[in-house]
């Protein structure tokens, strides 16, 4: 069965859980929400979300290089503890955060981040597209916003399939290092530098340059 939008929204609120793993939960559970609750609870992603609204002022800021100084990248994870950020297991996490972005290159963190403007005049030239297409106008604006998640999933960090686990967003990723350190984590920003950027030059595919210079 198809998940509604508000089911999604009203999980979400309940367990705290990204949205993704959210639908995935219903979908697994054909909408039964007290199921669904259960089997987020049981992949430790309810529970991370109680931790989630912690204050994380400690952490690092991590980078990583690729491909000789081709594509750079800093980003900033924070923790609760200086305890927890110094430890391997969060630095390894981080490192694999920067890596990912190096490969994918998200242009924000998470959708809120995405100016309004941004996202309507998106949603403008998909309406446009669809209606080109010879689409029903009845269903254009159901395709839009599908097309929206798409660009989402795309364009945002969080909600991008990780490169070393692509059944894995990134905020699933997140939300299992927060039930496994036992304190919030959170990706604050990024900043991604690639050489000869804006300028024309062939198109190479990152990720799998990353994925085998990381020997993946």
Same mark, same amino acid.
């Given at each position: 069965m198809?998940?509604s939008?508000s089911?999604?929204k009203?999980l979400?609120a309940?367990t705290g859980?990204?949205m993704?793993?959210?639908k995935?939960?219903?979908?697994?559970?054909?909408?039964d929400?007290d199921?669904?609750i259960a089997l987020?609870?049981?992949k430790?992603?309810a529970? %991370? %979300?109680?931790k989630?609204?912690r204050?994380?002022?400690?952490?690092?800021?991590?980078?990583?290089i690729?491909?000789?100084? $081709?594509?750079? +990248?800093?980003v900033?994870?924070?923790?609760?503890?200086?305890?927890?950020? =110094?430890?391997?297991?969060?630095?390894?996490? %981080?490192?694999?955060v920067?890596?990912?972005?190096?490969?994918?290159?998200? =242009?924000?963190?998470? $959708?809120?981040d995405?100016?309004?403007g941004?996202?309507?005049k998106?949603r403008?030239?998909l309406r446009?597209?669809?209606?080109n297409?010879g689409k029903?106008?009845?269903?254009?604006?159901k395709m839009?916003?599908? $097309?929206?998640?798409k660009?989402y999933?795309?364009?945002?960090l969080?909600?991008?399939?990780?490169i070393?686990d692509?059944?894995k967003?990134?905020?699933?990723?997140?939300?299992? =290092?927060?039930s496994?350190i036992?304190e919030?984590?959170?990706i604050?920003r990024?900043?991604?530098?690639?050489?000869?950027?804006?300028m024309? =030059?062939?198109?190479?595919?990152? +990720?799998?340059?990353v994925?085998?210079?990381?020997?993946?």
């Open positions: 198809a998940v939008a089911a999604v009203d979400r309940r859980a990204g993704l793993d959210c995935k939960a219903l979908d697994e559970t054909n909408g929400i199921k669904a987020l609870r049981e430790g992603l529970a %991370a %979300a109680n989630s609204g204050v994380a002022t400690e952490g690092v800021v991590e980078s990583y690729h491909a000789g100084g $081709r594509i750079g +990248v800093l900033e994870i924070n923790c609760e503890t200086d305890f927890v950020a =110094k430890t391997d297991q969060f630095r390894e996490f %981080a490192r694999d920067a890596m990912h972005i190096a490969a994918s290159n998200p =242009k924000y963190v998470r $959708r809120e995405v100016p309004g941004e996202i309507e998106e403008e030239i446009n597209q669809a209606l297409e029903p106008e009845k269903i254009v604006d839009v916003e599908g $097309r929206i998640s660009y999933e795309e364009f945002c969080l909600e991008q399939s990780f070393k692509p059944d967003t990134i905020e699933t990723l997140v939300n299992e =290092k927060i496994t036992g919030n984590v959170s604050r990024f900043v991604r530098y690639e050489l000869g950027e804006g024309e =030059k062939k198109v190479d595919n990152f +990720v799998e340059e994925m085998a210079q990381a020997n993946l």
